[in-house]
């Protein structure tokens, strides 16, 4: 007769296996454009799935579940590389860039649609003919003035990726073969994401319940936005979170590691303040912050010198069209503007983040700067209201290391925004319905943490006990 133990691990597993095939089928689905409404249907069974899956690996026994979520995590991770890119074209920027550098160019010197860089077209980025029917694809001239496209976006604007990032674009175009295409990026992202499963299981078997580590190796938004779009923020995930480990022994080193972090993709200086948790001395804080910006500069310095461009390209740009200054643009803001004027909107989102990062550096637990670097993520996305589903990754690994699941329903909220975009009607009412229910889950999650006894607690079973995991009484 089976166990009661085995019945829940083959419940898991089960739902694993039901997951993966879920989002093997998401990414096989070529309906971002033609088909939204469907496309987000498959997005919601596969966030569904992920919860129950993560809800059964809570009553297995930890060695079992970090079997199971690190098995789990692979093969969910190579679900991505089932298709090409699917409803991202960052990738391809990405590719372009790392051939420039490969031939000695700066890639913040020309726009890829620059007649100077003509020599380093191929027929992948730069298709011809029929290829060139699908709306999205930019045309650019040929070398001759002959039309072509690109699947690059925004082939005039200069790149706008930063040195630790373009470093790992380089690295990947040396590394792949000629014929690789998409491919290559793509099984980066895939190592990328495994790697930090693993980080996230190493710092919870000391910190924490190595268990939390499903809510990132499971999270539909890896395989989607870290393996199938290869975005570039899983680098960044990876450093932050070996930064924010790092730091709590090692204030330089962490510094260090965050600074790289930031020069991957700018967005993970918003852990900085969790690294600062508790910190009474300039001297401390320093300690952290010196060497981060030291390693900003550093990497930043060699592109500067030989780049006869500016080194931020399309960073102005990028913020214009976005409409961080404009509120209005793009539905920015948008839970602020249910109750403010447009007007007041910035002003209200940089006192509220000002605040939040004054009580995470005041009060936070240094020992847990994850647990302040997520309440300052997660109110700045909150604040903002992103349209781009993959700036979340960020938030899943700091969720993960801290276990306070309810914020996982910003990056569901984010996914909703930007897989409903091209939904006829108004795609805006869903991005802001999704984010307000995140924002009611996570202020709901704050009252039942402060109704408990110990305060905030990690969702999973289990609190550290001698440096063993227990479960009620009886350890596992």
């Not at 993959?390 to 801290?402: C, P, S």
Request: net charge positive; hydrophobic share 50%.
């Amino acid at each position: 007769m089976l166990s009661v133990i085995t019945i829940r691990s083959l419940i898991a597993c089960l739902l694993v296996a039901g997951l993966t095939a879920v989002l093997a089928a998401t990414v096989l689905k070529d309906g971002y454009v033609t088909d939204p409404g469907g496309l987000a249907r498959w997005y919601a069974a596969c966030w569904l799935l992920f919860a129950a899956a993560v809800v059964a690996v809570r009553r297995m026994p930890v060695r079992r579940a970090v079997v199971l979520i690190l098995a789990g995590g692979v093969a969910m991770a190579a679900t991505g590389l089932l298709a090409p890119p699917r409803t991202s074209t960052d990738s391809y920027r990405y590719a372009w860039d790392g051939r420039v550098q490969a031939a000695g160019i700066s890639p913040y010197d020309h726009a890829p649609a620059d007649p100077a860089l003509a020599g380093l077209r191929d027929d992948w980025l730069f298709p011809r003919g029929a290829d060139c029917a699908v709306p999205e694809r930019s045309r650019v001239d040929g070398p001759a003035g002959e039309r072509h496209c690109t699947r690059i976006n925004r082939p005039r604007a200069h790149t706008i990726y930063p040195p630790v990032a373009q470093g790992y674009f380089l690295v990947v175009h040396a590394l792949s073969p000629d014929d690789a295409r998409h491919k290559a990026l793509q099984t980066g992202g895939a190592l990328l994401a495994v790697g930090t499963s693993v980080v996230l299981v190493l710092v919870l078997r000391r910190r924490g319940d190595p268990r939390q580590a499903a809510l990132w190796a499971w999270c539909p938004a890896v395989p989607v936005e870290a393996v199938n779009n290869a975005h570039a923020d899983v680098l960044g995930v990876l450093l932050a979170v070996l930064g924010l480990w790092v730091v709590v022994r090692r204030r330089f080193e962490g510094g260090v590691l965050l600074g790289a972090a930031v020069a991957t993709k700018l967005l993970p200086a918003v852990v900085l303040p969790g690294a600062l948790a508790g910190v009474r001395r300039w001297r401390d804080a320093a300690a952290v912050l010196v060497p981060a910006a030291a390693v900003v500069a550093v990497t930043y310095l060699p592109h500067v010198l030989l780049s006869e461009s500016s080194v931020l390209g399309y960073l102005g740009g990028y913020t214009e069209e976005e409409g961080y200054a404009d509120p209005s643009a793009r539905n920015r803001y948008a839970l602020l503007r249910l109750v403010l004027p447009d007007a007041w909107a910035l002003p209200a989102a940089l006192l509220v983040t000002a605040f939040v990062v004054v009580h995470v550096v005041r009060r936070g637990d240094p020992g847990r700067p994850w647990s302040g670097a997520l309440s300052v993520t997660g109110t700045v996305f909150l604040l903002m209201t992103p349209g781009y589903s993959w700036y979340a990754l960020l938030l899943v690994a700091l969720v993960a290391l801290d276990g306070r699941w309810e914020w996982l329903g910003v990056a569901a909220a984010g996914a909703a925004k930007y897989v409903t975009v091209h939904l006829e009607g108004d795609g805006a009412v869903v991005g802001t319905t999704a984010y307000a229910l995140a924002a009611a889950a996570v202020a709901a999650g704050v009252l039942v943490r402060r109704s408990r006894p110990g305060g905030a607690g990690s969702p999973l079973p289990g609190r550290r006990e001698s440096g063993r995991v227990a479960v009620g009484s009886k350890e596992e």
